[in-house]
């Protein structure tokens, strides 16, 4: 039968489901911990001694939530700086793409550069905003990944990359937006789930 | 209240020399004579945040005979950061002692 500690310990690893890695690491950790406490608890060898070293380490839920609130924050981050990035390459693909239509005309003239131009004007504005008023939140990001995804998808229809005849700067700087646009969503939903995440631990602890 | 300031005695209770977790906390409560009584369990989250910051840097470590352990020490910038946290605290506790105290001289 498993001891308290041991008991205890599982328990912490569950909890840790946002980052399994780091939840196998504080438990081997931690497990070091509650057997030094245990060993210093004047009724070792025992249960008891091992149930008050748990007692005094508190909730695993409790610091499960601490350590989940600091990835929400290194995770706004990293999808902050994607997001930066996804937006620096995207204008230069839409400005090389600029120049090559200017030679050889759209292919979809009419709704394709309203799009391009409008989504991608729509992702600054609301990722500026963001910024200032909601650097925390989940839903401006994910509008502007939304936003982004039309404009490149627009850029693209528009330009006909999928037809021959694209110079291989267009080409490498869409391949190099779609790959950041990639990026982005994967950080964006990782926030996403994080966030939902740290405030179920803190609703029900 | 405290919770604002665990990083800083996170910091200081390294300051001795390279420590595990459990360590950290005796020091705490030893230095602090019992009253910084927190769970054990929260200096683990600062010690994290505080290694993610470049402020501590850690190292798995198993004695002779002893129990496998991740110990913490400060990094260059951890010992910059702590000098400058306690800047802040003395100049802090100095105008809360002054308000606290009656005295009407603060600020000079």
Redesign the interface.
């Known amino acids: 039968m498993a001891g308290v500690i041991d008991t205890y310990l599982a328990g912490l690893r569950r909890e840790f489901d946002f980052d399994p890695a ?1 939840g196998r690491r ?1 438990a ?3 497990e ?2 509650l ?3 245990a060993e210093a608890d004047p009724a070792w060898p025992s249960a008891d001694a091992e149930r008050r070293a748990v007692e ?5 839920r ?2 499960a939530a ?2 989940a609130a ?1 990835a929400v924050a ?1 995770q706004s981050k990293r999808t902050w700086i994607a997001l930066v990035a996804t937006l620096a390459v995207t204008f230069v693909a839409m400005r090389l793409r600029q120049m090559w239509l200017g030679d050889v005309g759209d292919l979809f003239p009419t709704l394709a550069p309203v799009v391009d131009r409008y989504a991608f004007i729509a992702a600054l504005a609301v990722g500026t905003v963001a910024w200032f008023a909601w650097r925390r939140s989940w839903l401006p990001l994910a509008v502007c990944l939304v936003a982004i995804i039309a404009s490149v998808g627009a850029g693209i229809l528009r330009a006909g990359l999928f037809v021959d005849g694209a110079p291989l700067s267009v080409l490498i700087a869409a391949a190099g937006e779609i790959a950041l646009i990639g990026l982005l969503a994967f950080h964006v939903i990782g926030l996403g789930r994080r966030l939902r995440r740290t405030a179920l631990l803190r609703r029900v602890r | 209240m405290l919770k604002g300031h665990l990083d800083a005695i996170v910091l200081a209770a390294l300051e001795a020399g390279p420590a ?3 360590a950290v ?1 005796e020091t705490i409560k030893r230095a602090s004579a019992g009253t910084f009584n927190l ?4 200096v ?2 600062a010690l ?2 505080l290694e ?1 910051a470049g402020l501590l840097a850690s190292a798995w470590s198993t004695p002779p005979g002893g ?4 110990v913490y020490s400060l990094t260059k910038s951890g010992t910059a950061a702590l000098a400058g946290r306690r800047k802040t605290w003395d100049r802090f506790s100095q105008a809360v002692d002054t308000m606290l105290g009656g005295d009407k001289t603060w600020p000079a």
């Open positions: 780091l504080m081997e950790e931690i070091a911990h057997w030094d406490a005094r380490f508190g909730l695993a409790a610091i601490e350590f600091d290194r | 595990h977790g459990y906390i769970p054990e369990g929260t683990y989250p994290h945040r993610e129990r496998k352990r991740r």
